[in-house]
Each structure stands twice: as C-alpha cells, then as structure tokens.
C-alpha cells in the first residue's frame, strides 16, 4: 500500500525468510572459467539523495572456477517504506558443467506488488521473473535473458480493477510527475574471452526525487581470462548508515575489480560531489582499481578510493585529501597485504585543525563525532581499508566510512 510518501526515498526492507529446501547436487567440479552470479528481489538507490535500501532476496555466487555451485534465498513478504508490498519473491544462482558446456545461471521470481495505491486509483503487477543464463560450449559463449510479468491492473475509485495491455518491453509507462515503469530491462556483453548478461524485470523511478527501485534482477558473467588468480573487490568514496537502521548511503561512487583483473591498466570513474542537506557536503570522489596476472599462480591488485573535500554537520567539521589504498600481491606459498598510500591530510573543526588519530585508534570529538582513521580488515586473499570512519554523536547513530579500498587476489581452483 503507498500513499504520497512514494517521493521520498524507502530504507531497508523487513520481511519474513523463507527456508528455501535443498534438492541433491553434483559435486563441484573445477573449470577453466571464471564464473559469476548475482540476483535479487528488489533494491532502492537514491539520485539526488544517495539514500538506499539492501537487496531482499540476495543470492550470489561470487567469482568461483568451480561448476555446480547452487545458492537459494528468498522471503515470504517485502515491505519496502516509502513503495508498497511485495508478495513472496525467490532467488536462485548456479555454476553448471554437463558434459563440455559450463554455465552461469541467475533467476528471480516474485509473487506480485502493487506499485502504486493513492484516491486516484492504485496500479499493479501480478507475477514477475527474470532469467540471465551465459554459457560456453564447443562454439564458444552464448547468452539467454528473459523477463515476464503476469498482468497490470489499473483500479480506479468505484470501478471494477481493469486488467491493461503489457506494454512494449523496455517502452516505460510514465505517470507524470509522480513515477516511470519501464518493464523487461536486458542487456548482454560479449567481447573476446568474456560474455555478460543481465535481466531486470522491473524499473520504477521516483521522479521527484530521482530514486530507483530495481526489482527482480537477475546477473551472470562468464570468462576465460583467469589465469592463475581470481579476483574481487572494490573502491568506494563513502558508504554509510545515516539513521541507524532505517536508511543507508550506498557505495558512492563505486568501482568493481574484475574477476580475472583488469589486464594491467588502471580503470576508474568519479563523481562531482554530492550533498545531504544538513548531514554532509561532499567534493570530487574517486574510485579505481588494478590487477594483473604477472605468471604462474603470481598476481596483484589493488583498488583506491579518494575524496578531494567533505563538509559534515553543516561545516562545522571539515576533511581534506582522505584516500584508501588496499594492496595485495601473491606468488607461490605467500600473500602480501597492506594499506600502504593510506592517508588524510587535514581535519578542521569549528576552524581550528586537530591532530589526526593514530592508526586504530580513535579521536572524540565531544558533542560531535568520532573519527577513526585507517581501520583495516582483513578478508580472504586480501584486504579492505577504510581511510575514515565517522561516528555522529547527535543521537542519529549514523556512521559513515569515508574512502573505502577492498583487493582480494585468491587462488584459482583448476
């Protein structure tokens, strides 16, 4: 049910799991490929706000050589705040060998959702699915993506509900000023060594606000290219919980290393800035990423994250030159890590500089904030650094890591 509140952004969803049950499976087998797939039910993002709720139904099979993997999710009922209700949805992900064909497989089925209810009428959408599947046979890859949605009903005050035509795949519908629907978003890759493939049943944007809400998506990825390392991670300007644990900032911006690295060049993006009216102002930030197969089972990586500036608490506190660095390299028997490049050069407050914390420790600003500087974790076959780490102490409970860089290089399984 959605009532006017449908402009502003939605948090995180509150649903009921759902025990998905275990069917027999072939035991997992090792390939020459680097696979990968990802799916969900529903997820939000802000636009002028980067405001964001947590996929629902998440399942995913990070980048693996091994075939007939299987991951399940799903829940009974989605209340997304700010949207509406979702019926029953389910994720299924899975790695498949059969003979010589190895395969990627995503799909997404949820129940129904009504988009919009208001004295006007209420629109929406009976069952939706979504499939990616990528492949690889004696012809080389292939792709399949696929998207359904059962119905659209119209119902307008004191008439019977109205069953509408679907609409054109990736035509949107628009009520204007209010929200687009565009239905059956697919794209599919294809470059040498490497084939992608995604599926997105469902877009609504909120246009008053320019807020996404991606439902039933489904992802594959598939490639050649690993030749002795798999690799993951990322570099994000910041991320964050602004009141705990209703709304978050999603990765801002945020760079993905690839699974087979990114063949020795330097790739990145950036954005202007951003700004929450009252919490934070935020210069250029920038994000990129590394990695190379350097040999026999010899690799490294690394992913950088850097704000130029950042104003919090309407100026009172101001951060220059934050950057994250992680940095990870493995050859036979080792792996090295560390967080070198690591650094802030200047923090302000109430305009008098302060003396930065050392690392792992943390500074109190009373009344105001905490800040951490270089919190390190380590992860399989790597390591994630976040340059700061800012507690509000207003009550908001929102904390907010500025500059955060995850590598991780592992082992191939042949």
């Known amino acids: 049910m959605v009532s006017t509140a449908i402009l ?59 075939a007939n993997l299987d991951r399940n999710n799903g829940v009974a009922q989605v209340e997304l705040p700010g949207l509406g ?14 003979g010589k064909t190895v395969s990627a497989i995503s799909e997404h089925k949820l129940a129904g959702i009504t988009l919009l209810e208001t004295a006007l009428g209420s629109l929406s959408l009976g069952a939706v699915t979504s499939r990616a599947k990528v492949w690889h046979n ?7 993506v696929d998207t359904k949605v059962a119905g659209l009903v119209l119902t307008l005050p004191g008439q019977e509900p109205l069953v509408l035509d679907i609409p ?6 628009e ?21 992608f493939a995604r599926a997105q ?20 990825r598939m490639t050649n290219e690993v030749v002795n390392s798999i690799m993951s991670g990322f570099a994000a300007g910041l991320r964050g919980k602004v009141l705990d644990p209703i709304l978050t900032i999603g990765r801002t911006p945020s760079k993905d290393l690839p699974c087979e690295g990114t063949g020795g060049e330097e790739k990145g993006l950036s954005t202007v800035g951003l700004d929450i009216p009252g919490l934070l102002t935020v210069g250029a930030l920038n994000a990129k990423v590394f990695g190379v197969q350097a040999g026999r089972r ?8 850097s704000i130029a500036e950042i104003s919090l608490l309407g100026g009172a506190v101001t951060i220059e030159g934050i950057k994250a660095r992680a940095n990870v390299s493995r050859r036979p028997g080792k792996l090295v890590t560390n967080s070198n490049g690591t650094e802030t050069l200047k923090i302000v407050v109430n305009g008098e500089e302060i003396t930065l914390p050392p690392l792992g420790e943390i500074l109190d600003i009373p009344g105001l904030l905490s800040i951490e500087q270089g919190v390190t974790s380590k992860v399989r076959g790597g390591l994630e650094v976040v340059a700061l780490r800012v507690k509000l102490l207003d009550g908001t409970g929102a904390v907010i890591d500025l500059g955060i860089a995850r590598a991780q290089v592992k082992k191939a399984i042949r």
Request: positive net charge.
């Open 8 to 66: 502003l952004p939605g948090g995180p969803a509150h649903a009921a799991p759902v025990v998905p049950t275990k069917a027999a499976a072939a035991a997992p087998v090792a390939t020459k490929f680097g696979l990968h797939a990802m799916g969900y039910g529903t997820a939000i993002k802000g636009g002028q706000i980067p405001l964001a709720s947590g996929a629902t139904g998440f399942a995913h099979i990070t980048c693996t050589t091994l």
């Open 201 to 220: 049943a469902l877009l609504v944007e909120i246009l008053a606000t320019d807020t996404k809400v991606k439902i039933a998506l489904s992802r594959a």
């Open 138 to 144: 004696a012809t080389g890859f292939h792709s399949e």
């Open 298 to 305: 010899r690799a490294r990586a690394y992913a950088e994250a």
């Open 85 to 98: 209700e979702i019926d029953a949805l389910t994720t299924k992900v899975q790695t498949v060998k059969k």
């Open 175 to 195: 009520i204007p000023g209010i929200l687009r629907i565009t239905l059956g978003e697919t794209k599919v890759t294809k470059k040498p060594g490497m084939i």
């Open 168 to 173: 054109t795949l990736g035509k949107p519908i």
